[in-house]
């Protein structure tokens, strides 16, 4: 009952002086909505980013060639560091052969399902008379193709025989036909375009059309015209025409759902550096997840944002400084007032409860209303951005704690020196 009433009398407090209240409530507001603005903004962009990633297969392992390093040093403390690769271009004997792939997944079977293969052939101009698109052409074999989880718009994607039979067909987004077919999918099913790679012309017939939109990490031109895409083609086409026979520089690892990909990582690159790549003077196997990657932009987006709300949080002690100013000089006016309630039999206990809740209440009202401009900028910010907004529940709850410090910790002074007047001087004051 008593919290109640002195909330009542601290919100009377607040409405006899409107200006005073809200001029004093201006950097607790500030403050808090600056914390909540950039702690949901990190908020918003790190899942976004973390669920794009989680999409293109949180659980692969991306597996390459490493040049190795060439010099050692030991420290007094026994840590190795090594320093600089070995610089050398990579052979046919270095490269990752099938065979190697195929002792893999019989070294883990119960963790590897598969392999993602790609060959990439570079960027070339397909023409059509004197239309022209942009492409990156790629080899993939069934399991890259698959993983890319392109939408079919027309036509069907690259079958068995194609890769088999290594047929010169490829996969093309709508933007590419687009620009050469004037935007008519069906048209372009069964169509042959020439695509010019290195001053060299060669001749693809398209069997399939997939939505650009879903299709990844493609160069995006201000210019649609301009704009270019993926050209999925079968990957012994592809290693056909770079005449690369020999093997592959780097491979994806498709892993079981319930595998740990971090120690599948280690074990794989283990189990490779030392059967196959023990004696290769310039080159080792490196492992990577996508797993250790979102775990590292994900606090790497945390640490940034932490830091840049710490910053922003420094207005709050501001704020806190406005309360206390705020509260002494409320004390100065309401000496009369103290005087009387000492000497009808208020304990000091009462009057110091009385204006630390008013100093609370206070704080609470503009940590409100701060919430509340806070979300309403970083949804506004984050819908910009074209990221889902999602507000930071710890920044909320952190915001309103610290709103309830404040009130404790720089009205405390003001309400400690309310309790202390003396109830005669406080009665004869003007």
């Given at each position: 009952?008593?919290?109640?009433?002195?909330?009542?009398?601290?919100?009377?407090?607040?409405?006899?002086?409107?200006?005073?209240?809200?001029?004093?409530?201006?950097?607790?507001?500030?403050?808090?909505?600056?914390?909540?603005?950039i702690?949901?903004?990190?908020?918003?962009?790190?899942?976004?980013?973390?669920?794009?990633?989680?999409?293109?297969?949180?659980?692969?392992?991306?597996?390459?060639?490493?040049?190795?390093?060439?010099?050692?040093?030991v420290?007094?403390?026994?840590?190795?560091?090594?320093?600089?690769?070995?610089?050398?271009?990579?052979?046919?004997?270095?490269?990752?052969?099938?065979?190697?792939?195929?002792?893999?997944?019989?070294?883990?079977?119960?963790?590897?399902?598969?392999?993602?293969?790609?060959?990439?052939?570079?960027?070339?101009?397909?023409?059509?008379?004197?239309?022209?698109?942009?492409?990156?052409?790629?080899?993939?074999?069934?399991?890259?193709?698959?993983?890319?989880?392109?939408?079919?718009?027309?036509?069907?994607?690259?079958s068995?025989?194609?890769?088999q039979?290594?047929?010169?067909?490829?996969?093309?987004?709508?933007?590419?036909?687009?620009?050469?077919?004037?935007?008519?999918t069906?048209?372009?099913?069964?169509q042959?375009?020439?695509?010019?790679?290195?001053?060299?012309?060669?001749?693809?017939?398209?069997?399939?059309?997939?939505?650009?939109?879903?299709?990844?990490?493609?160069?995006?031109?201000?210019?649609?015209?301009?704009?270019?895409?993926?050209?999925?083609?079968?990957?012994?086409?592809?290693?056909?025409?770079?005449?690369?026979?020999?093997?592959?520089?780097?491979?994806?690892?498709?892993?079981?759902?319930?595998?740990?990909?971090?120690?599948?990582?280690?074990?794989?690159?283990?189990?490779?550096?030392?059967?196959?790549?023990?004696?290769?003077?310039?080159?080792?196997?490196?492992?990577?997840?996508?797993?250790?990657?979102?775990?590292?932009?994900?606090?790497?987006?945390?640490?940034?944002?932490?830091?840049?709300?710490?910053?922003?949080?420094?207005?709050?002690?501001?704020?806190?400084?406005?309360?206390?100013?705020?509260?002494?000089?409320?004390?100065?006016?309401?000496?009369?007032?103290?005087?009387?309630?000492?000497?009808?039999?208020?304990?000091?206990?009462?009057?110091?409860?009385?204006?630390?809740?008013?100093?609370?209440?206070?704080c609470?009202?503009?940590?409100?209303?701060?919430?509340?401009?806070?979300?309403?900028?970083?949804?506004?910010?984050?819908?910009?951005m074209?990221?889902?907004?999602?507000?930071?529940?710890?920044?909320?709850?952190?915001?309103?704690?610290?709103?309830?410090?404040?009130?404790?910790f720089?009205?405390?002074?003001?309400?400690?020196?309310?309790?202390?007047?003396n109830?005669?001087?406080?009665?004869?004051?003007?």
């Amino acid at each position: 009952m008593l919290i109640w009433e002195n909330i009542l009398l601290a919100l009377s407090g607040l409405r006899s002086n409107k200006m005073r209240s809200l001029l004093t409530m201006l950097g607790i507001i500030i403050g808090i909505a600056s914390v909540i603005a950039i702690m949901t903004l990190g908020d918003s962009i790190s899942s976004s980013v973390t669920e794009s990633m989680a999409s293109m297969g949180a659980n692969h392992i991306t597996v390459g060639l490493q040049q190795k390093s060439t010099t050692t040093s030991v420290t007094g403390s026994g840590m190795t560091f090594s320093f600089g690769p070995r610089m050398t271009e990579t052979t046919e004997e270095d490269l990752v052969t099938e065979k190697m792939l195929e002792d893999l997944k019989i070294r883990f079977p119960e963790a590897v399902t598969g392999y993602a293969l790609s060959e990439n052939i570079g960027t070339g101009t397909a023409r059509k008379g004197e239309l022209y698109a942009y492409v990156n052409a790629v080899g993939v074999n069934d399991e890259n193709l698959e993983n890319e989880n392109l939408t079919l718009l027309a036509g069907r994607k690259l079958s068995d025989r194609d890769q088999q039979e290594a047929r010169r067909v490829v996969m093309v987004s709508d933007l590419f036909v687009n620009n050469l077919f004037g935007g008519d999918t069906g048209k372009a099913i069964g169509q042959s375009v020439d695509v010019l790679f290195n001053n060299r012309y060669y001749t693809y017939t398209v069997v399939g059309v997939y939505q650009y939109e879903n299709a990844g990490m493609e160069f995006v031109s201000s210019s649609e015209q301009d704009t270019q895409t993926s050209m999925y083609l079968p990957i012994q086409t592809a290693r056909d025409q770079t005449h690369n026979r020999a093997g592959y520089s780097q491979f994806t690892v498709l892993t079981a759902k319930d595998i740990s990909a971090a120690e599948l990582c280690t074990k794989i690159e283990d189990y490779m550096n030392g059967r196959y790549y023990r004696d290769n003077d310039s080159f080792e196997i490196s492992a990577m997840s996508m797993e250790s990657v979102i775990k590292s932009m994900t606090e790497m987006l945390s640490t940034v944002s932490l830091a840049i709300a710490a910053i922003a949080g420094i207005s709050l002690l501001v704020g806190g400084i406005g309360v206390m100013n705020i509260m002494l000089v409320s004390i100065t006016e309401r000496t009369r007032e103290i005087g009387t309630r000492k000497a009808l039999g208020a304990t000091n206990g009462f009057i110091r409860f009385q204006f630390i809740m008013e100093a609370i209440v206070l704080c609470m009202i503009g940590g409100v209303i701060g919430i509340i401009a806070g979300v309403g900028v970083a949804s506004v910010v984050t819908n910009l951005m074209g990221y889902a907004v999602r507000p930071s529940v710890s920044g909320i709850v952190l915001s309103v704690s610290f709103s309830v410090f404040i009130g404790v910790f720089f009205g405390y002074y003001p309400a400690n020196k309310a309790a202390k007047l003396n109830p005669i001087e406080a009665l004869r004051y003007e």
